[in-house]
Protein backbone atom coordinates (compact mmCIF):
# COMPACT_ATOMS: atom_id res chain seq x y z
CA UNK A 1 0.00 0.00 0.00
CA UNK A 2 1.33 3.27 -1.28
CA UNK A 3 0.03 6.67 1.12
CA UNK A 4 0.66 9.73 -0.69
CA UNK A 5 1.13 11.53 2.45
CA UNK A 6 5.12 12.43 3.60
CA UNK A 7 4.81 14.26 7.54
CA UNK A 8 6.86 17.27 7.79
CA UNK A 9 9.46 17.88 9.99
CA UNK A 10 9.48 15.66 13.27
CA UNK A 11 5.99 14.24 13.37
CA UNK A 12 5.05 10.98 12.65
CA UNK A 13 2.19 8.66 10.48
CA UNK A 14 1.26 5.67 12.82
CA UNK A 15 -1.27 3.64 12.15
CA UNK A 16 -2.90 2.17 15.39
CA UNK A 17 -3.18 -1.28 16.51
CA UNK A 18 -6.43 -2.51 16.74
CA UNK A 19 -7.77 -2.42 20.23
CA UNK A 20 -8.27 -5.44 22.45
CA UNK A 21 -11.12 -7.58 21.90
CA UNK A 22 -10.89 -10.20 25.19
CA UNK A 23 -9.25 -9.89 28.40
CA UNK A 24 -6.34 -12.20 29.55
CA UNK A 25 -9.20 -14.44 31.03
CA UNK A 26 -11.22 -14.44 28.12
CA UNK A 27 -13.80 -12.24 28.68
CA UNK A 28 -15.20 -10.25 25.86
CA UNK A 29 -14.80 -6.81 25.32
CA UNK A 30 -18.25 -5.07 24.34
CA UNK A 31 -17.28 -2.02 22.22
CA UNK A 32 -18.43 0.91 24.41
CA UNK A 33 -15.93 -0.10 26.67
CA UNK A 34 -13.16 -0.74 24.52
CA UNK A 35 -10.17 1.18 25.51
CA UNK A 36 -8.30 3.57 23.11
CA UNK A 37 -5.56 1.89 21.39
CA UNK A 38 -1.87 3.01 22.84
CA UNK A 39 0.45 1.09 19.76
CA UNK A 40 0.60 1.18 16.71
CA UNK A 41 3.13 0.74 13.75
CA UNK A 42 4.82 3.48 12.30
CA UNK A 43 3.83 4.09 7.95
CA UNK A 44 5.94 7.26 7.38
CA UNK A 45 8.04 10.00 8.86
CA UNK A 46 9.16 13.53 8.42
CA UNK A 47 13.04 14.18 7.69
CA UNK A 48 13.71 15.76 11.61
CA UNK A 49 14.70 19.63 11.99
CA UNK A 50 17.87 20.90 11.94
CA UNK A 51 20.30 19.06 14.61
CA UNK A 52 17.20 16.76 15.04
CA UNK A 53 17.55 13.37 14.10
CA UNK A 54 14.55 11.12 13.70
CA UNK A 55 14.61 7.97 15.77
CA UNK A 56 11.88 6.04 14.57
CA UNK A 57 11.47 4.22 10.86
CA UNK A 58 8.77 3.46 9.05
CA UNK A 59 7.81 -0.24 10.08
CA UNK A 60 8.50 0.30 13.72
CA UNK A 61 6.10 -0.75 15.92
CA UNK A 62 5.71 2.15 18.75
CA UNK A 63 3.43 2.81 22.08
CA UNK A 64 2.68 6.31 22.29
CA UNK A 65 0.19 8.19 24.70
CA UNK A 66 -3.54 7.67 25.14
CA UNK A 67 -4.83 11.37 23.68
CA UNK A 68 -1.26 11.63 21.54
CA UNK A 69 -1.51 13.35 18.23
CA UNK A 70 -4.69 14.01 15.79
CA UNK A 71 -6.50 11.70 14.18
CA UNK A 72 -7.34 11.04 10.31
CA UNK A 73 -8.74 8.50 7.51
CA UNK A 74 -6.56 8.45 4.64
CA UNK A 75 -8.35 5.55 2.29
CA UNK A 76 -10.99 4.70 4.29
CA UNK A 77 -8.34 3.52 7.06
CA UNK A 78 -7.68 5.56 10.24
CA UNK A 79 -4.02 6.87 11.02
CA UNK A 80 -2.67 9.06 13.75
CA UNK A 81 -0.17 12.12 12.80
CA UNK A 82 2.14 12.95 15.91
CA UNK A 83 5.32 14.49 16.74
CA UNK A 84 8.36 12.03 17.83
CA UNK A 85 8.22 13.80 21.01
CA UNK A 86 4.47 11.99 21.63
CA UNK A 87 5.88 8.67 21.07
CA UNK A 88 7.05 7.02 24.17
CA UNK A 89 9.08 3.48 23.43
CA UNK A 90 9.51 1.58 20.24
CA UNK A 91 8.61 -2.01 20.98
Known amino acids: MALNIQPLSDRVLVEPLAAETKTASGIIIPETAKEKPQKGIVI ?25 GTELKLGGKDYLIMREDDILAIV
Open 44 to 68: AVGKGKKDYVMTVKSGDTVLYGKYA
